[in-house]
């Protein structure tokens, strides 16, 4: 079993950052590919960043492309997504999620990771 603990998230104004964590246990993090979700009020969850099990290969939506950034450090079983240029247009739940399958995938939708954290609230004003 993995588990997965976001935090991090908070209130931003327009313009500003966010940097959000996620920490694992209870698996070997290293081998995983991670995800960033979020979910808004009324909307269906979306994928945001996804980063390979290396941090070597990173990929995001396109909303997000160019203002935020995945990283991980395998030492420390963390993954991160640091959000510059907040719009209020990013305010939602941001969820992290494993993707522990052996195949070297490039995971963009929410059936392809099967560990989830509890998710963390980002509030962007205007």
């Known amino acids: 079993q993995v588990q997965l603990v976001e935090s991090g998230g908070g209130l931003a104004q327009a313009g500003g950052s966010l940097r959000l964590s996620c920490a694992a246990s209870?698996?070997?993090?290293?081998?995983?590919?991670m995800g960033w979700f979020r979910q808004a009020p009324g909307k269906e969850r979306e994928f945001v960043a996804g980063?390979?099990?290396?941090?070597?290969?990173?990929y995001y939506a396109d909303p997000v492309k160019g203002r935020f950034t995945a990283s991980r450090d395998n030492a420390k079983n963390t993954v991160y997504l640091q959000m510059n240029s907040l719009k209020p247009e990013d305010t939602a739940v941001y969820y992290c999620?494993?993707?522990?399958?052996?195949?070297?995938?490039?995971?963009?939708?929410?059936?392809?990771?099967?560990?989830w954290g509890q998710g963390t609230q980002v509030t962007v004003s205007s």
């Open positions: 980063i390979s099990w290396s941090g070597g290969r990173t």
């Open positions: 999620a494993a993707d522990t399958s052996p195949f070297i995938r490039t995971a963009r939708t929410a059936k392809e990771y099967n560990y």
């Open positions: 209870g698996g070997t993090f290293s081998w995983y590919t």
